[in-house]
């Protein structure tokens, strides 16, 4: 493939660039001369990644970094021109990443096996010799005792499951032991339900209804087509490797303190709850509970979170944007033009990438591969950094049959592309490419017609928090966009808008205050005033949840202008001062109107002027009152009660109409 190694010397000035033809093979010695003692180093292959660490190690180094630059880039009918995204992809490579945080699971090698025949058996003949097996049939027919009892094997069906590798618990009706003298056929004992069974490993032959959501992003559950030998037989040799201590990546970082999920146990926002393909997410009181055990890491949680509670870790929301600065400021550059942002996973995506380079054209010379873990961890920061930045297009290339619901996604895109419209930016920037076929990806990636360019692009340097860095790209996004405009109305279910508060109906008793987790509703310390923050606003509703009126509406919106915009007054009043000693307290309006109702039509109050008054004072007045005036305020004006009709009133008013 052709290198233009001048070019990328001169867009890569933060590193020593050292070009070569064979460095795993005839220039290998070379490879090991030019290991530094201390630093990073980046390797332009990912094919021979075996035989550079080895290298590596040999002479006491540091493991290098590896980047793809030939599927990629060189192999292409585009080869030619692209030098550009070569430096970008190296530029990007050279940028560090945060370390992963990890959850430990711990697998003893106990495994339940789940059938309904010989199948299930004959599974657990092939594990007896390597894990702790016990086998349940549900609803078995006609199957032959063993000579041997060399493993458990009971009657059974599940009916609930939870857990995960190390710490399954299922809950089993119609559970029998086998009888022992079973002779023709396995006959069993009286059943019962409700029997729990605990393991490490559950190898479910059932050909039923998985026992978990998203069964596939379960670890320790394997689940296969019992018809099927072949696949029997790849998840017999998987569940003999599940056993020990595993450490998988807590994909996502939780902090409770600004979850918006409830508030007194009204529920406001749960976009998190309801994307979870994997049920990891769950209520927990004002908050919810993330387990990082159960978490396939699709980040779909992350991405929608409105306040960053929920961030992703693999990498973290700027991390990740600090690596599209790298690529795009790179190719921007190096020359390169019209730049289209391909964001892919590494196990379709690089496959069928690969694939379009050895046996098609190639990616096109401005499309640049963005790996990331998940697809649907992409939230709208990273889309407006990207933008932003100088990128034209973005797409995500997907699965033809996704493993997961990709709701998340493409809300993340219904939120994105009204406001790249709305700023000038153009419709359908961003989209999905949903195919399992490289010639599907060229002829899609091709047809994308080239937007306006643009002379002004973004540099700012994303850091902070998951809320922060969206704030700031979409800032430096407006500040950069072809025709900048003030306000973009949004969909519903955004995390950005206002709220309308009917001023008629509110009585100002600033439940919503209390209510709302952001700080976006406020009060006045020194009189009735409620008081709205736009900029601080994620949408969340439980101001509208809580407001005993329902006066309070959402509406969905970003308004630019709101970073800079001073609290707005909803509605205000004047404070009713206390009769006797002249301090404002309450909402002057509400104690007029509440005594109003009171006088004279209730009981505890009607003729008693000074209980009336007592509701006019302030908190310490209206002890002082209560205690000089030595008066019970339930003890007067009690009206008296009628006594209850009893038998021998019914007998006597009986016998008064005979006589009558």
Not at 92 to 116: K, N
Not at 441 to 469: C, N, T, Y
């Amino acid at each position: 493939m052709p290198l233009d190694v001048d070019t990328i010397r001169k867009s890569c000035r933060d590193a020593e660039i050292t070009a070569g033809r064979q460095f795993c093979r005839a220039e290998l010695d070379r490879f090991r001369a030019l290991l530094p003692d201390s630093g990073d180093t980046i390797v332009a292959c990912t094919q021979e990644t075996p035989v550079f660490e080895e290298a590596a190690a040999e002479a006491g180094r540091d493991a290098p970094t590896f980047v793809n630059i030939r599927e990629s880039a060189g192999w292409s009918r585009d080869a030619g021109q692209a030098t550009p995204k070569i430096a970008a992809l190296l530029a990007a490579a050279a940028e560090p990443l945060p370390s992963i945080p990890f959850v430990g699971l711990q697998s003893d090698g106990v495994v339940l096996i789940y059938g309904r025949d010989e199948r299930a058996i004959e599974a657990a003949e092939l594990l007896r010799d390597h894990l702790d097996v016990t086998v349940v049939l549900s609803r078995p027919e006609h199957l032959a005792p063993p000579r041997k009892t060399e493993f458990p094997v009971v009657k059974g069906t599940i009916r609930a499951a939870q857990g995960w590798l190390g710490a399954f618990e299922l809950t089993v009706d119609d559970f029998a032991q086998p009888a022992p003298s079973s002779r023709d056929e396995l006959k069993f004992a009286a059943a019962r339900n409700g029997a729990v069974s605990k393991c490490d490993i559950v190898l479910d032959l059932s050909g039923g209804t998985p026992l978990f959501p998203a069964a596939d992003l379960r670890d320790g559950y394997l689940r296969v087509d019992p018809g099927d030998a072949a696949a029997i037989l790849r998840a017999v040799m998987k569940a003999r490797d599940l056993t020990g201590t595993f450490d998988k990546p807590r994909y996502v970082t939780y902090d409770a303190d600004i979850c918006a999920h409830s508030r007194s146990r009204i529920v406001g926002c749960r976009r998190c709850l309801d994307l979870c393909p994997t049920g990891a997410i769950t209520p927990a009181g004002d908050h919810v509970a993330i387990s990082a055990e159960i978490c396939a890491g699709c980040g779909q949680c992350a991405a929608a979170c409105p306040t960053g509670a929920a961030s992703y870790a693999l990498p973290t929301a700027d991390a990740l944007m600090r690596k599209l600065r790298a690529l795009l400021t790179t190719y921007r550059e190096a020359g390169g033009r019209n730049a289209i942002m391909l964001l892919h996973d590494a196990e379709h995506g690089t496959d069928l990438i690969d694939a379009l380079a050895r046996h098609g054209n190639g990616l096109p010379a401005n499309v640049i591969p963005f790996a990331v873990n998940e697809t649907t961890q992409v939230g709208l920061e990273a889309i407006a950094a990207a933008f932003a930045y100088g990128a034209t297009a973005v797409r995500f290339l997907l699965r033809a049959r996704p493993r997961h619901d990709l709701t998340g996604l493409r809300n993340t895109i219904a939120l994105a592309e009204p406001i790249l419209a709305g700023l000038g930016y153009g419709e359908g920037r961003v989209a999905t490419i949903e195919t399992d076929d490289p010639d599907a990806l060229d002829a899609a990636l091709r047809a994308i017609e080239p937007s306006q360019m643009r002379s002004a692009h973004a540099s700012f340097h994303p850091a902070g928090s998951k809320r922060d860095v969206q704030r700031l790209a979409l800032r430096e996004l407006h500040r950069v966009a072809p025709q900048p405009v003030d306000v973009i109305a949004l969909p519903q279910g955004a995390p950005f808008g206002a709220v309308e508060v009917n001023a008629e109906g509110c009585t100002l008793c600033l439940a919503c205050v209390s209510a709302c987790p952001t700080g976006a509703m406020s009060a006045d310390p020194d009189r009735p005033m409620l008081k709205f923050t736009e900029d601080a606003c994620v949408q969340c509703g439980l101001c509208a949840a809580t407001c005993p009126e329902k006066v309070i509406t959402l509406r969905p919106q970003l308004d630019f202008r709101a970073a800079t915009a001073s609290a707005r007054v909803m509605k205000q009043e004047d404070p009713f001062e206390c009769i006797r000693c002249g301090k404002p307290f309450g909402v002057k309006s509400t104690i007029e109107r509440v005594t109003a109702k009171l006088e004279g039509k209730h009981w505890m109050f009607k003729g008693q002027a000074d209980r009336l008054n007592v509701l006019k004072m302030c908190e310490d007045c209206r002890v002082i009152a209560v205690t000089e005036q030595a008066f019970d305020p339930y003890g007067a004006g009690i009206p008296e009660r009628p006594r209850p009709r009893t038998t021998d009133d019914y007998l006597r008013e009986t016998d008064e109409k005979h006589q009558s």
